[in-house]
């Protein structure tokens, strides 16, 4: 038996729902990506730390995965395991203090802290993503990101479980700690305020509208492609005469230029050269810009950004 062979069978043992057949397509809102040999979902907290800790031991490939949605994974054959972390989703609120483990949706964390008149996360609300992929990301929208609401992280790195206040984990615009190590995020200890249910939720309903009037929601997309730390690319996109150009089945969106998406069956391929494409415009501009999504089995030259960064 190979090692892959053999973690499919520790995990039938183990009871940890498993597929082998599963595609990255199936799993990414951009709805792109090649086969994966093995894909796990396990169901609580207890179950994700022994399957890590399993596959990091062994040395078997594989990467985690939640709601999808900042992730550009090539169209190749993945000989690795990709671990799904829907099923962990538990949340305890204290006071203020909101502890939410990797895979809760955050808009069921938004919903969570609209009913118990908790404020400052209603930008959790406008972001496809769960909580262990937000954190991971510093993800963000309307002027707040994660790093301005965490209190602590609770990591899975080298096989042990560790907690990392929030000094600690070198958020940056679109970054972190762990994006840059790999690690697992298990769970994100918040801290957040206090208002008027209604007014929270009048708040995020006004969010949501802009959002729908801004962004290609009927659209695949991995939403913005593309960050600078302090410069907003959009608008250069569009200067640049991009919107709507197509390679493949992959387009600018017309709608918002910082947006890549999925019109028409399009390939990783195709979504990885427009995004190449629109970072030598940006270059020839003046202006560096970084890749947001995160690629997954990519030649690791091809992982590396290829213009300068600054």
């Given at each position: ?8 069978a ?5 009871r940890?729902?498993y597929?082998t ?7 990414t ?16 907290a ?15 490939p594989?990467c ?9 994974a090539s ?7 990709a671990?799904v972390?829907k ?6 609120f204290?006071?203020?203090t ?5 895979g809760?949706s955050?808009s069921?964390?938004c919903s969570?802290?609209?009913n118990?008149g908790?404020c400052?996360?209603?930008?959790f609300?406008?972001l496809?993503a769960t909580v262990?992929?937000?954190?991971v ?5 309307f002027g ?15 096989g042990?479980l ?7 984990c070198?958020?940056?615009?679109r970054?972190?700690l762990?994006?840059q190590?790999?690690c697992?995020?298990l769970?994100?200890e918040?801290v957040?305020?206090?208002?008027n ?8 309903s006004?969010m949501r509208?802009y ?17 600078h ?13 991009l919107?709507g150009?197509?390679?493949g089945g992959a387009?600018?969106?017309?709608k918002?230029?910082?947006f ?6 399009a390939?990783s ?7 190449r494409?629109?970072?030598k ?14 690629l997954?089995n990519?030649p690791?030259?091809e992982?590396?950004?290829?213009f300068?960064?600054r």
């Amino acid at each position: 038996m190979t090692v892959l062979e053999k973690a499919a069978a520790k995990m039938k043992k183990y009871r940890v729902p498993y597929r082998t057949e599963c595609a990255f397509n199936e799993l990414t809102t951009l709805g792109t990506g090649g086969k994966i040999y093995l894909t796990i979902a396990p169901e609580n907290a207890r179950q994700l730390v022994w399957a890590a800790k399993y596959l990091s031991r062994r040395q078997i490939p594989h990467c985690f995965v939640g709601y999808g949605s900042n992730i550009l994974a090539s169209d190749d054959f993945y000989e690795g395991v990709a671990v799904v972390t829907k099923g962990v989703k538990g949340c305890v609120f204290h006071d203020g203090t909101v502890t939410a483990q990797c895979g809760l949706s955050t808009s069921a964390l938004c919903s969570k802290l609209v009913n118990a008149g908790l404020c400052g996360g209603e930008f959790f609300g406008c972001l496809p993503a769960t909580v262990g992929g937000a954190t991971v990301c510093n993800a963000g929208c309307f002027g707040q990101s994660v790093q301005d609401v965490v209190k602590s992280v609770t990591l899975l790195e080298k096989g042990k479980l560790r907690r990392i206040e929030a000094k600690d984990c070198r958020f940056s615009k679109r970054n972190s700690l762990f994006k840059q190590s790999g690690c697992l995020v298990l769970q994100t200890e918040m801290v957040f305020g206090r208002d008027n249910p209604q007014r929270i939720q009048s708040r995020l309903s006004a969010m949501r509208r802009y959002k729908a009037l801004t962004q290609p929601l009927g659209c695949r997309s991995a939403g913005c492609v593309l960050f600078h730390p302090t410069i907003s690319l959009s608008p250069l996109i569009e200067r640049a005469g991009l919107k709507g150009f197509r390679i493949g089945g992959a387009e600018v969106s017309q709608k918002h230029a910082g947006f890549i998406v999925n019109v028409d069956k399009a390939s990783s391929a195709d979504v990885y050269l427009l995004i190449r494409h629109v970072k030598k415009a940006l270059c020839e501009m003046g202006v560096n810009a970084m890749t947001e999504v995160c690629l997954i089995n990519f030649p690791p030259k091809e992982q590396q950004c290829p213009f300068p960064v600054r």
